[in-house]
C-alpha cells in the first residue's frame, strides 16, 4: 500500500513493527542504524521514514536533518523518551509527526495514513495558483514559493500552510489544527502545531521575530494573514 | 558576663534555638519576650550594678569627709573652749555683775569661730549674748557636762541651723588627782554654717560623682548587650535562612566565648542537617531516576511486544483452544503492562517535576465529548452527561483528557451504572470563578476506609481484589493533573449510594498561548 522504511536499533521492536505494519498492507523495508537508513533511501525510494531517535551512531534528530535538507519525505519520529524535551527537539529537526514507544501496529498505521493523506482540502472552486504578497501557493501541484524561489517544505509544514492560507484571517486554534493538518482524533498535545509553525515561518517569514503570514493569536491560537 | 536566665525554657542541645527567634516560635511566647527584651534586661543589669557601686563609694566617702570635718572642727572648739575656761580666773562665789563681760570675752576668742558663752551657776544666769539662756542646750548636754570634768559637746540642728554646743564645768583642784566641781557650769554655742556648707558641697560632690559613674555605666552596658544580641540576631537570621530552605546557611564565629560556642554548635548542627537531607535527596533522585530508568528499558521491548500482539489477537482464532487462550492471556498482559510502564513513566515525570502544562483556550463540554468519543463510551447508555455549551478554560487538553477518561473509567470499572458526568463553573468561596465537573456512579460507593487512601499510588480499596483491569496509577494521576492545572479534587459518597469525584480547576483568563 505504502513503502516505508523503518530506522530502528533493537531486532525485536524492529521485527514487531515490520511485522504488524506488513499485516496492514505495508511495504516495508528496515535499517539498523541511521548511516543504513540513509543508504537504503537512495535504493528502496519510500513514502514515508519511521525514524527512531535513539541510534547507536547517528542520532535520528541528526538524519532527520540530513533529510530534511533535499527532500519533502514524510518522517515519523518513534521514540521512548516521551518527554516534552525529546518530542520537541525532533520536531524541530523536522519530523511530522511523533509516536512514543510502545505504540499498537493499529496506531502507527493511522499516523502512517494521516500523514501521506492526499493534501486536497481547499482545491475545488478555487484557481490553482494563489499569491500573497512574496508567498505563491501552487494547490494543485502542492508547491510553494517565495519571490519566485521554491521552498522545501515537510509535508506537515505544507499541508498547515494549506489549511491555513485556505481561509485567510480566519483563526484556527491548536486544536482545530491538530484535528485537521494532522488528523489527531483525540487529544494530542499543542507543541506538534507550535514546532511546525516555528519551522513553517523559518522559511516563510522574512522576520521570525514579527511574522507576517503566519500570525499567533495570543489565547486562540493562528491565523493566516491580513497581510 | 552577666547571664540572665530564661524562665520556663528547659536547657537543651546544643542547637537549642534563641528563645524566639526561629521562625517556628510561637507567637505567644515571642510577645512576653518582648515586653521584656534581653536589651533591657542586660542594661537594667548594668545600671543597677553601677548604682550599687556608685552608690556605695560616694556613701562611705561621704560620711568619713563628714565626719573628719565636723571632728576637727569640734576638736578645735572643745580644747579652745576648754582652755578659756581653765585660763580665766573665776572669784568665786561669783558675782553676777561683771560675769557677763568675761563671757564677753570669751565668746569673742572663739575658734574656730565666735561663739555666744553662757554661764550657769547656781540661780545665776548670764550670756554674753542677749538670751541669758540659749534654747539650743539640750538637758542630756547639761547632765553630760556636770558630769564630766573634761567637759561635754553635741551637735545640734535647730531651726535648719547646725550648733555645736559644748558644756564645760569648772572644778577645784582638791590633790594631784582630785577635783571638785565648783557648780559653775559655762555652756558656748557655735553655729556650724561653714561646716555644713562644707557638707553640703561634700554631698553634692559624691552625689556628682556617682551620676556620671551610672551614666557612663550605659555605654559599656549598650556595648555589650550589643555583642550578645548581635549573635542572636544573626543566630535569628540564620535559622530563618534554614528554616526557608537554604540549608548552607552559617553563621560566622567570633571569638571564643559562650556566644561562639552557640554558633559553633548550629554551624555543625547545620551541617548535620544538610547531610542528612543531602542524603535524602540523593537517594530519593535515585529512586525516581530508577523507576524512570527502569520505565525507559521496559519500553523496548513493550514496543516489539505490543507490536506483534496485534498480530497473535488475529490469528486466535485459527489455533486450537489451549493455544488461543494462552495467546490471548499474553496479548491481554501486554496491554496492561504497556498501560502500566506509561502510568509509571507519567508519575516518574511528575515526581521530577517534569511534567509541563500545555495549555490551551479550549471548549471544556467539547473536550469532554470527544474524550468519551475516543474511549467509545460516546453512545454508552450506562453514561450520562450534562455538558452546557459556552464553557472555555484554559486547559492542558492532554492531561485533562487524562483526567476525565480515569474519572468516568474508574467510574465504570468499579462504581456502578449510570455514570454521570457534570459540568458546571461556580463561584468559589474567595470569589473566583471555577470550573467544577463532578463524575459520579450509582455502584456501592467509596468505604469510609478507603477514602484518605483513595488517590494513593497502587492503593486498592479491595484488598480481595487484587488484579484489576487499570495500573493502580490513574488517580494518583488524575490527582498530579489536577494539581498542575492549580485545581482540587475531592472523592466522596453520595446520600443515596454511589461515589462522586469533585474536579475544580480555576478558570483564569491569564497569560495566553504561543
Redesign the interface.
Known amino acids: 500500500m505504502s513503502r516505508v522504511l523503518l530506522v530502528e536499533d533493537?531486532p525485536?521492536?524492529r521485527?514487531?513493527?515490520q511485522?504488524?505494519l506488513r499485516?496492514r498492507g505495508h511495504d516495508v523495508r528496515a535499517a539498523g542504524t541511521g548511516e543504513d537508513g540513509l543508504a537504503a533511501l537512495a535504493e528502496f525510494r519510500p513514502d514515508l521514514l519511521l525514524l527512531d531517535l535513539m541510534l547507536p551512531g547517528m542520532t535520528g534528530v541528526q538524519v532527520c536533518r540530513r533529510i530534511r535538507e533535499h527532500s519533502q519525505l514524510p518522517i515519523i519520529m518513534l521514540t521512548?523518551?516521551?518527554?516534552?524535551f525529546d518530542v520537541v527537539i525532533g520536531l524541530e529537526a523536522g519530523a511530522d509527526d511523533y509516536i512514543v514507544?510502545?505504540?499498537?501496529?493499529?496506531v502507527?498505521d493511522a499516523r502512517i495514513r494521516a500523514v501521506l493523506r492526499r493534501m486536497d482540502d481547499g482545491s475545488t472552486g478555487r484557481p490553482a495558483i494563489e499569491v500573497y504578497g512574496d508567498l505563491t501557493i501552487d494547490r494543485v501541484g502542492l508547491t510553494a514559493s517565495k519571490a519566485g524561489r521554491p521552498l522545501t517544505l515537510a509535508p506537515s509544514e505544507l499541508r498547515l500552510l494549506l489549511h491555513l492560507s485556505a481561509a485567510p484571517e480566519q483563526v484556527f486554534?491548536?486544536?482545530q489544527l491538530l484535528e485537521n493538518v494532522w488528523e489527531h482524533?483525540?487529544?494530542?498535545?499543542?507543541?506538534l502545531v507550535?514546532a511546525c509553525v516555528a519551522r513553517l515561518r523559518g522559511k516563510i517569514e522574512d522576520e521570525v521575530g514579527n511574522p507576517r503570514y503566519v500570525q499567533?493569536l495570543?489565547?486562540?491560537?493562528y491565523r493566516f494573514g491580513p497581510l | 558576663m552577666i547571664t540572665v536566665p530564661r524562665p520556663g525554657r528547659p536547657r537543651g542541645g546544643g542547637n537549642e534555638r534563641a528563645d524566639g527567634a526561629g521562625p517556628a516560635a510561637p507567637t505567644r511566647k515571642r510577645s512576653r519576650v518582648r515586653a521584656f527584651g534581653l536589651r533591657t534586661r542586660l542594661l537594667a543589669a548594668f545600671l543597677l550594678v553601677a548604682a550599687v557601686s556608685a552608690g556605695t563609694t560616694s556613701a562611705l566617702t561621704y560620711r568619713e569627709a563628714r565626719n573628719a570635718l565636723l571632728q576637727t572642727a569640734q576638736d578645735t572648739a572643745v580644747s579652745t573652749f576648754r582652755d578659756q575656761v581653765e585660763r580665766t580666773g573665776w572669784g568665786l562665789p561669783l558675782q553676777e555683775e561683771g560675769l557677763e563681760e568675761i563671757l564677753r570675752d570669751l565668746a569673742r576668742t572663739g575658734k574656730p569661730r565666735p561663739w555666744v558663752v553662757f554661764a550657769e551657776y547656781g540661780s545665776i544666769r548670764a550670756s554674753s549674748g542677749e538670751n541669758p539662756v540659749s534654747s539650743v542646750i539640750t538637758p542630756q548636754l547639761r547632765r553630760a557636762a556636770t558630769a564630766d570634768r573634761y567637759g561635754s559637746f553635741q551637735r545640734v540642728v535647730k531651726d535648719g541651723v547646725p550648733y555645736l554646743t559644748i558644756g564645760m564645768p569648772t572644778v577645784f583642784k582638791t590633790g594631784p588627782d582630785s577635783v571638785l566641781p565648783s557648780g559653775l557650769v559655762l555652756y558656748a554655742v557655735m553655729r556650724m554654717t561653714d561646716e555644713q556648707v562644707n557638707v553640703d558641697a561634700l554631698l553634692i560632690a559624691a552625689r556628682n560623682g556617682a551620676l556620671p559613674g551610672l551614666a557612663v555605666a550605659l555605654v559599656p552596658a549598650l556595648l555589650a548587650a550589643r555583642s550578645v544580641l548581635r549573635p542572636v540576631r544573626e543566630l535569628r537570621r540564620a535559622a530563618r535562612s534554614m528554616g526557608s530552605g537554604r540549608l548552607d546557611t552559617r553563621i560566622p564565629v567570633r571569638g571564643r566565648d559562650e556566644l561562639a560556642d552557640l554558633a559553633d554548635t548550629f554551624n555543625e548542627s547545620a551541617g548535620q542537617l544538610e547531610r542528612s537531607v543531602g542524603e535524602l535527596r540523593e537517594a530519593e533522585a535515585r529512586a525516581r531516576r530508577f523507576a524512570s530508568d527502569v520505565s525507559h528499558e521496559l519500553r523496548t521491548p513493550l514496543a516489539g511486544m505490543l507490536a506483534v500482539t496485534e498480530v497473535l489477537d488475529e490469528d486466535a482464532d485459527r489455533l486450537d483452544a489451549d493455544t488461543a487462550q494462552a495467546v490471548r492471556l499474553v496479548s491481554t498482559e501486554t496491554g496492561k503492562l504497556a498501560v502500566l510502564v506509561e502510568d509509571l513513566m507519567e508519575i516518574s515525570r511528575f515526581d521530577a517535576r517534569a511534567a509541563e502544562l500545555n495549555s490551551d483556550e479550549i471548549d471544556v463540554a467539547e473536550a469532554i465529548r470527544k474524550t468519551l468519543q475516543a474511549r467509545h463510551w460516546a453512545d454508552d447508555d450506562r453514561i450520562r452527561t450534562e455538558l452546557p455549551a459556552g464553557i472555555r478554560a484554559r486547559l492542558d487538553p492532554r492531561r485533562f483528557d487524562v483526567v476525565i477518561a480515569n474519572l468516568v473509567g474508574n467510574a465504570l470499572r468499579h462504581g456502578g451504572a449510570p455514570v454521570s458526568v457534570l459540568l458546571r463553573t461556580e463561584a468559589s468561596s474567595s470569589g473566583t470563578l471555577v470550573l467544577v465537573v463532578e463524575v459520579a456512579d450509582r455502584g456501592p460507593g467509596i468505604p469510609a476506609a478507603a477514602l484518605p487512601h483513595i488517590f494513593d499510588r497502587f492503593y486498592k480499596a479491595d484488598a480481595a481484589r487484587t488484579r484489576s483491569p487499570g495500573s493502580g496509577l490513574g488517580l494518583a494521576i488524575t490527582l498530579e493533573n489536577v494539581h498542575l492545572h492549580g485545581g482540587t479534587i475531592r472523592a466522596g459518597n453520595l446520600p443515596g449510594g454511589g461515589a462522586v469525584f469533585t474536579v475544580e480547576i480555576p478558570l483564569r483568563a491569564e497569560e495566553a498561548g504561543r
Open positions: 533493537d525485536f521492536v521485527e514487531g513493527v511485522l504488524g499485516r521512548a523518551r516521551g518527554d516534552d514507544k510502545p505504540a499498537r501496529p493499529e502507527i486554534s491548536r486544536q482524533t483525540f487529544h494530542a498535545d499543542g507543541r507550535d499567533t495570543r489565547g486562540f491560537g
